[in-house]
């Protein structure tokens, strides 16, 4: 059985820091691109970064300079280290996991950030 579980969200003051997991078991985890998403209210999910097998990294340009994305590949876990946070980074985050040689999907429940004063 597949599961993505997330930890690590909560409320922050703006400016503040958070650092995001996700475990994940049931998956080749090494074979799998895994991603970052968030859906705010009133928005469509959107790409908030994502981070290849080989460690090749990808993010969305409203958060480059202030998240940082890493995986531990023996513990089957992925980060997203969030500084600097503001009241827009507020959301519901997901984890997704991609197989990279097909179209495989998984995502995570979900977990609530928000960056209020």
């Known amino acids: 059985q597949v599961q993505l579980v997330e930890s690590g969200g909560g409320l922050v003051q703006p400016g503040g820091s958070l650092r995001l997991s996700c475990k994940t078991s049931?998956?080749?985890?090494?074979?799998?691109?895994m991603g970052w998403y968030r859906q705010g209210p009133g928005n469509q999910r959107e790409q908030v970064a994502n981070?290849?097998?080989?460690?090749?990294?990808f993010y969305t340009d409203s958060v480059k300079g202030r998240f940082a994305i890493s995986r531990d590949n023996a513990e089957n876990t992925v980060y997203l280290q969030m500084d600097n946070l503001k009241p827009e980074d507020t959301a519901v985050y997901f984890c997704?996991?991609?197989?990279?040689?097909?179209?495989?999907?998984?995502w995570g429940q979900g977990i609530q950030v928000t960056v209020s004063s």
């Open positions: 981070i290849g097998g080989s460690g090749h990294t």
């Open positions: 049931g998956i080749n985890f090494s074979a799998f691109t």
């Open positions: 997704k996991a991609r197989r990279t040689y097909d179209t495989e999907t998984y």
